[in-house]
């Protein structure tokens, strides 16, 4: 690999020759670890352009470096960074650059110290991820997805690619999902009734923003997804903490007064609790009584394999305060970031300008390739795929969750991928998955979905989404095992 010639520069308040500084700026660079070993640097006459000095200089520079092992010269090749050069020290970076900001009282406003966790990266290297979330690329259709994305790429295709189109979306995916996929879930709605978004987590950032303030309430159910409490405690709002039953969110149960009510009805968010269609009514009923929105976060509704799902709240909706979330990361795949919003353009409009203040749109590729990979039926072939398998290794699961005993706490009705789980009084799971991981299994810890002040330590949750079948039992026996011991 080549240093770029743009990595060097002369220092106006350097000291000493010409040939000094062009030393000291070399070496520095090697001891900083900016310039790594077997590197090649600029050719002196390139090197000599680009500063401004005579290539004599430069030459005379890199032989006293290659002299005192920094560099080492090859024949017809250049000058390269030497095999034996110095080790980079071992420092502190801010320290070095000489921090002199007290960034306890210049940041404004924290981000950091939420409630989401941070999920191992590598979790595709251990034998037994139980994790929720991630894509099993045995079952993706890559050849599909590629042929879509060269598509996207065509000549024709530029416009919708390159241009900026400021805060409108790509029309053809507009259009597959007002007129293919929001009919599954009974919901009928125009373009301007729909918003692309970075996935629902994004979504969710813009309604909160855009219905919350510090003078108003969000209800939310108890437990729920970590990044939503992380959202709406950045938001400032007042929090009201809902307990969900084997039934989902209980209505009667949310306090006399709140102004946005965010709730996961088809696979509560993470007992996988599905709300029967007469408590969607009576919360209905509850949210016009309290004058208040429902925000509806439907994240895994395709991933139905037991059944057909149950008509989402907002096609019920009879009085437009139904917001609804939609994302194709659990269906397609995570890394691909695409959700929508569904709802009155009076919300679409102001949640559209806050995007555009921010991100503009989803970028016009990822957009133009997921319209082709949906209309031309290869996202149906998938989601009846992905069925299939998840319903296989739910099935192993839940025969070895049996075999040894194990507490479970919530399924779900229609599918979906993960299993609620309880371990023993006493057992802090986050202690559990930390002696686990070391035998190969990753589970996800619950504490972090609950209320800090409340928040139980022997939940779990259990993904059958990234492990294939044939794993799963010695996977729930490992675990077993270190539950009993």
């Not at 080549?2 to 070496?27: D, K, R, W, Y």
């Not at 920094?70 to 420092?91: C, H, I, K, M, T």
């Not at 940041?107 to 966790?117: C, F, Q």
């Not at 096609?315 to 659990?330: A, E, H, P, Q, W």
Request: charged share 25%; net charge neutral.
């Amino acid at each position: 690999m080549a240093i770029s010639v743009e990595s060097f520069f002369l220092s106006p308040e350097a000291e000493g020759t010409l040939q000094a500084q062009i030393q000291q700026m070399i070496a520095q660079g090697i001891l900083s670890g900016r310039f790594r070993k077997g590197e090649k640097l600029p050719s002196s006459r390139k090197m000599a352009g680009h500063l401004g000095v005579s290539r004599i200089t430069v030459t005379l520079a890199y032989t006293e470096l290659q002299a005192n092992d920094y560099l080492e010269s090859r024949d017809r090749s250049g000058y390269f960074v030497s095999q034996n050069a110095p080790e980079p020290p071992a420092f502190t970076p801010s320290a070095a650059k000489g921090d002199l900001i007290d960034w306890g009282r210049a940041i404004g406003r924290r981000y950091t110290g939420g409630a989401t966790p941070e999920k191992p990266r590598d979790w595709s290297s251990y034998p037994y991820p139980f994790i929720f979330g991630q894509t099993d690329p045995s079952l993706f259709d890559h050849a599909s997805w590629r042929h879509c994305a060269l598509r996207a790429l065509g000549q024709k295709e530029f416009q919708a690619l390159a241009a900026d189109a400021y805060d409108q979306d790509d029309p053809k995916l507009i259009e597959f999902i007002a007129r293919h996929t929001l009919p599954r879930r009974g919901i009928l709605a125009e373009p301007g009734e729909i918003l692309l978004t970075m996935g629902a987590q994004n979504a969710l950032w813009l309604t909160a923003q855009v219905l919350l303030t510090q003078r108003r309430t969000a209800a939310v159910e108890e437990p729920c997804y970590h990044a939503l409490r992380d959202i709406l405690t950045q938001s400032r709002c007042h929090m009201a903490p809902v307990p969900v039953d084997r039934d989902g969110l209980r209505p009667d149960a949310l306090p006399e007064r709140a102004d946005v009510i965010f709730t996961t009805p088809s696979h509560q968010a993470p007992t996988n609790a599905t709300m029967p269609l007469d408590r969607r009514q009576e919360l209905l009923t509850r949210a016009r009584e309290m004058e208040a929105l429902i925000v509806e976060d439907d994240y895994e509704f395709e991933i139905s394999f037991l059944r057909a799902p149950l008509p989402s709240l907002k096609s019920l909706d009879t009085d437009g305060r139904v917001i609804y979330v939609g994302s194709f990361s659990k269906s397609i795949f995570p890394g691909l970031r695409l959700g929508y919003l569904v709802g009155p353009q009076a919300f679409i409009r102001e949640a559209r300008a806050l995007r555009a203040s921010v991100l503009r749109h989803p970028p016009g590729h990822v957009q133009r390739t997921t319209a082709y990979f949906l209309s031309l039926g290869h996202y149906d072939s998938l989601i009846r795929r992905i069925g299939k398998a998840y319903a296989r290794r739910r099935q192993v699961m839940e025969t070895a969750l049996e075999d040894h005993g194990l507490g479970v706490e919530g399924r779900g009705v229609f599918g979906g991928s993960s299993i609620w789980m309880r371990a023993p009084e006493g057992v802090d799971t986050e202690d559990l998955a930390e002696r686990l991981r070391a035998r190969g299994v990753l589970i996800e810890p619950g504490r972090p979905f609950f209320e800090a002040a409340s928040a139980p330590r022997n939940f779990y949750r259990l993904a059958y989404s990234s492990i294939p079948s044939e794993r799963i039992a010695d996977g729930i026996g490992i675990l077993a095992n270190e539950l009993g011991s």
